[in-house]
């Protein structure tokens, strides 16, 4: 071996094995993410969608179990509990059986812009209110899928990845075989491999082929999906930072389309050149027969330091110039969110790292944020949105 391969090989060794002592410290002695998330009276009730004293009457008549208590008397309520309140009481959340998933890329080809810290936090976001979410890591780098604790390289001797499917030279046809549990109840994912690399060869050289090869390898992971849109509320697509096949494959299976942007000069300018290149693609899709409209685009302002210089007046050109397409919140660029990353977490998996106050400022931002999202992806379901219910009523 070459003395660059094998240093390479070498420092990929060494950090691989620092990783997994690294999660032995932060998660449970197996290594494994163990959750061990409690919610007092009043935030259980709300990610249920009901009120404290609704919640306490259930329990009261009957119709709820008694609620888990702490030494101190007080009452909690686990992740588990809220899902079986939620059936004992009927409550559904998320679309109705016939109607499909809402797929959503978060989409720059800029890297480290939160597109994977985006992809995360909104997963867990909807799993906490007990929406159904597909996960699907489209990035070689992985890192959605670490946040998840799958390793990657655990993946390099299955034949059913993503990667495999993609593949046009491969015969693995169900992607269903390719997705794994988390540690939420209601959140699975199908994580990225090392083999996504070599799919994105492999569908590039259908090129040479021409017509109907190149048809069916820009559709490849939408016909994927559409197989498993009726199991999930939303699917979370984290894409490739550049706009090859993946990309675009990436782009035909999203329904909606969340841009990602900081606050910052660089950020800002580098998303107009990405727009156009969406709209060239979406117009090469159209012509492979592969037409893409999406039921909603926002821009996300993804890192928003108030008090830095210049940011402030980044985000009111941002309102300027994207006007209705921007989310009306910035997320806050916060040290909560770095601090939970680095463990491995999102922030609603992870306790305060320093003061109460800060912790919940960066919650309460993310939930508004997340919140208007959701409202996008419930219009998209008649089922769920002002316009469907007026038209049933109407019927
Ligand atoms: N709102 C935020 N506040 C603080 N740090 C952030 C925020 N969003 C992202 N980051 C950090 O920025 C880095 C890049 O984010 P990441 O989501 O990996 O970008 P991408 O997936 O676009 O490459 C990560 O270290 C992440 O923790
Ligand atoms: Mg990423």
Redesign the pocket.
């Known amino acids: 071996m070459s003395y660059t391969i094998n240093t390479l090989r070498m420092i990929s060794h060494s950090c691989e094995q620092m990783r997994d002592r690294v999660k032995a410290i932060e998660f449970a002695p197996d290594g494994a993410k163990n959750l061990d998330l409690t919610f007092g009276p009043g935030i259980a009730a709300e990610l249920i969608g009901r009120t404290p004293e609704a919640l306490a009457k259930a329990e009261k008549e009957g119709r709820l179990p008694n609620p888990k208590q702490q030494a101190n008397g007080r009452r909690f309520y686990t992740l588990e509990d809220l899902t079986d309140i939620r059936e004992a009481l009927n409550i559904h959340v998320g679309k109705a059986a016939d109607e499909d998933a809402v797929i959503i890329a978060n989409s ?1 080809f ?10 995360k936090h909104f997963a867990d976001y909807l799993g906490l209110r007990g929406y159904k979410v597909l996960v699907v890591d489209c ?1 070689p ?1 992985a ?2 899928t670490t946040m998840f604790d799958i390793k990657p390289e655990t993946l390099m001797d299955t034949e059913q990845t993503l990667g495999d499917y993609l593949s046009p030279r491969s015969t693995f046809e169900d992607l269903r075989l390719a997705i794994y549990d988390t540690a939420w109840p209601t959140i699975k994912i199908i994580p990225s491999s090392l083999g996504l690399q070599d799919a994105e060869w492999d569908l590039t050289a259908t090129l040479q082929e021409g017509g109907q090869a190149v048809r069916e390898s820009l559709q490849r992971l939408r016909i994927g999906l559409s197989g498993l849109s009726k199991e999930f509320d939303v699917i979370i697509l ?1 894409p490739p ?1 550049a706009m090859g096949f993946l990309g675009l494959n990436v782009m035909a299976a999203a329904t909606g389309l969340l841009i ?1 942007v ?1 606050a910052r000069q660089l950020d800002y300018l580098s998303t107009i050149h990405f727009m156009d290149t969406v709209a060239d693609n979406i117009e090469i899709l159209e012509k492979n027969g592969t037409p893409v409209d999406y039921g909603f685009i926002r821009i996300v302002c ?3 330091s108030p008090g830095k210089p210049g940011e402030a007046d980044m985000w009111k050109m941002m309102q300027a110039t994207y006007a209705n397409s921007l989310l009306t919140q910035p ?5 909560e ?2 601090n939970a ?2 463990a491995f977490r999102s922030i609603y998996e992870s306790k305060p790292s320093a003061s109460h106050a800060t912790y919940q400022r960066c919650r309460t931002n993310l939930d508004e944020v997340f919140g208007e999202v959701v409202q996008l992806i419930r219009q998209q379901w008649p089922s769920t949105s002002m316009a469907g219910r007026s038209a049933s009523i109407a019927a």
């Open positions: 720059n800029k890297g480290g812009v939160g597109k994977s810290t985006i992809t990035d780098q890192s959605t984290d930072p990602p900081p993804s890192a928003f997320i806050l660029a916060s040290e969110i770095k990353t680095q």
